[in-house]
């Protein structure tokens, strides 16, 4: 029986809380182990666990079910920590997103796959910064990992590993692709004209994270314009020398050229939007993101206003800052209005002890690469 074949109902034991999402009842992230495993999780954004692919059920896998449980019963699960802490810091998370997309005024706990969060493969020609080579396969060629390697971190055989074609799709609303970067992957071909096959595609909404390196091909563009909706989020994070450190080795004339031609050239049913990796290491280059948005990507071609995201970077949390570079941001930052989330998360970790671990982690990278973060980088005048 196909993953999906049926929708279950969660019976609650008092009224829905506020932690309400509805992609616990609706969506999952899937991303591919190997050729017989499969990472799993509500969204892309919550922390995943790994089961075997013959085994996974969308309706009734151990760990969805738990988090389900968990949400019904006012809790807010550890696993959906970035939604937390973004909502605490006054900024827009994926959960109230989630909530205005299903457009669900009073929540509803039926259990039916109606959006994937589909990681392509890994096969990615950047490697940025706060990456690795389990999301990047130019990562994993510079470190030069071997084949045992590879099978350690999941990402040996994956293009036998077929998950798709256990999943049932005739109820699919919405499709996000992440990567590696998606737009080097045939497989988002063959997923959406299945979806359009199906009679699907026309009212599904397709969505992207992806670096603005390379041009989406023709056919890709044809199904675009037979879906309900698309939207680029483009991962930019810095302009000029800055963004050319962090997405090493793009570049930023040719990514800006691409994002501009895509405004002038897609199906007027596209979207855009920034969702820009925010760490310690590029938080001034935030207001400089903004403005290039604000100047050249604010709308579509249609007049249709784009979005502009932002997402903490785990790995390099802004607390471990010095004091001074803190204070310094937050007078760059505290002007623009789409920014004071993080403003506000800056001030949160004022009395917060230096660290300065992530300096040594970008001077490693420095010496294999021959690159420079104090030079690339505005907070290298801090340091």
Request: hydrophobic content about 35%; proline content about 4%; aromatic content about 12%.
């Amino acid at each position: 029986m196909p993953m999906n074949a049926y929708f279950v109902l969660i019976t609650l034991q008092k009224p829905m809380h506020n932690n309400w999402c509805p992609e616990i009842y609706r969506g999952v992230f899937i991303d591919r182990v190997n050729d017989n495993k499969i990472r799993i999780a509500p969204c892309c954004q919550a922390q995943s666990t790994v089961e075997l692919v013959d085994n996974f059920n969308f309706e009734t896998n151990p760990y969805l079910t738990r988090l389900r449980e968990q949400f019904a019963h006012g809790e807010y699960p550890d696993e959906c920590n970035m939604c937390w802490k973004v909502e605490k810091h006054g900024h827009k998370s994926r959960r109230q997103s989630a909530i205005e997309f299903f457009d669900l005024s009073t929540p509803d706990t039926t259990v039916i796959l109606e959006g994937l969060d589909h990681s392509a493969t890994w096969a990615c020609n950047l490697a940025c910064v706060m990456c690795g080579p389990q999301n990047s396969s130019t990562w994993a060629t510079e470190l030069d990992y071997t084949k045992n390697e590879l099978i350690d971190i999941g990402r040996q055989f994956q293009k036998s590993n077929n998950f798709l074609d256990k999943l049932d799709l005739s109820n699919i609303k919405k499709i996000h692709f992440n990567g590696g970067e998606p737009m080097l992957n045939n497989e988002q071909t063959h997923l959406l004209e299945n979806l359009e096959q199906q009679g699907v595609l026309k009212n599904t909404f397709i969505s992207y994270n992806t670096n603005g390196t390379v041009m989406p091909s023709d056919k890709i563009i044809n199904l675009w314009g037979k879906s309900r909706l698309v939207k680029l989020f483009f991962s930019i994070d810095g302009t000029d020398s800055a963004f050319e450190y962090v997405r090493y080795p793009g570049k930023w004339d040719k990514v800006s050229n691409n994002l501009l031609e895509m405004k002038k050239q897609l199906p007027s049913n596209v979207m855009f939007g920034f969702n820009s990796a925010v760490g310690c290491y590029n938080l001034f280059e935030m207001a400089e993101v903004y403005r290039w948005f604000s100047q050249y990507l604010q709308r579509n071609r249609e007049g249709d206003p784009s979005d502009f995201n932002w997402q903490f970077v785990s790995n390099f949390d802004i607390k471990n800052l010095n004091q001074q570079a803190k204070i310094s941001a937050i007078k760059c930052l505290d002007t623009i209005p789409q920014l004071q989330g993080l403003v506000k998360y800056i001030k949160s970790t004022l009395n917060y002890a230096e660290n300065n671990e992530w300096m040594d982690r970008l001077d490693i990278i420095d010496q294999r690469r021959g690159t420079s973060w104090r030079t690339s980088l505005q907070i290298g005048k801090y340091y």
